[in-house]
């Protein structure tokens, strides 16, 4: 499922309120709520890593969570399907420079011979041109927005996406390419608009209490089993002191990176 960042942090309030206290175990990408009942919300920190410094200002987990996915990117959006493409920059929410276009692609024949050979070399010839056409794009809506971009999202059909980003003009973009890869139909203009609400999104896996997260039949690992890992002698974990906070007597513990 999906959060707003604007709504995630009174979710995992009435997450709390349906199972229990909560014990969190945060890493720069991903935050773990684990409740009193053994129900688990893993949620994915959208544009990671979140700082640990966000969470001594920012009080509890939840709290940095939404301020560090609600603060203030310039992200580039690159959709491409082999219907259509879309390239984009964003200040936050708002659209600041843009285009959309699409190029006819037929679809595969089913016809046999000479015949589908021919066809299959025509809707070739389609696909690159539509292909080169979507660099074209990228090139002339994201190159020069480049140097200010925090990130870049890209959607459609991954394999579309990989051939336009193989264009050797588009390599100052690939380091930028962050998750989620967003699932799109042909990308228009309002399938633009929409992006940022997809990719501000945080995502929350629930396991609850008799539900295994991976099928194997095996609770979800609670907290305090990722926390046995890294004891309290490994200098890269850190337990912050919540106290003043609305619940002082919440535990948290803070995880390294995996290497």
Request: net charge positive.
């Amino acid at each position: 499922m999906t959060v707003a960042p604007e709504r995630i942090a009174g979710w995992l309030d009435r997450f709390a309120e349906r199972h229990g206290p909560l014990t969190w175990t945060v890493r720069p990408e991903a935050v773990r709520a684990l409740a009193a009942d053994g129900a688990v919300a893993d949620c994915r920190v959208p544009f990671p890593p979140l700082a640990v410094s966000q969470l001594a200002v920012g009080g509890p987990p939840a709290t940095a969570l939404a301020a560090h996915a609600q603060a203030a990117r310039r992200v580039g959006v690159l959709l491409v399907r082999l219907g259509g493409y879309a390239a984009g920059v964003f200040d936050g929410e708002r659209l600041v420079a843009s285009k959309v276009g699409a190029r006819q692609v037929h679809g595969r024949s089913a016809a046999g011979g000479w015949s589908q050979q021919r066809f299959a070399r025509r809707r070739d010839g389609q696909v690159r041109e539509a292909l080169a056409a979507a660099a074209d794009t990228a090139a002339g809506v994201l190159l020069p927005a480049v140097a200010g971009l925090d990130a870049l999202i890209v959607g459609g059909e991954r394999r579309a996406v990989g051939q336009v980003l193989d264009d050797a003009r588009l390599a100052p973009l690939r380091a930028l390419v962050t998750d989620p890869f967003l699932t799109v139909p042909d990308p228009r203009r309002r399938v633009l608009d929409d992006a940022p609400t997809a990719f501000r999104a945080i995502r929350v896996r629930v396991t609850e209490p008799d539900a295994p997260a991976d099928g194997s039949g095996r609770r979800a690992p609670a907290a305090s089993d990722l926390g046995e890992r890294h004891s309290g002698r490994d200098p890269g974990v850190q337990r912050l002191d919540l106290a003043g906070h609305r619940n002082p007597d919440q535990q948290v513990t803070v995880l390294p990176d995996e290497p």
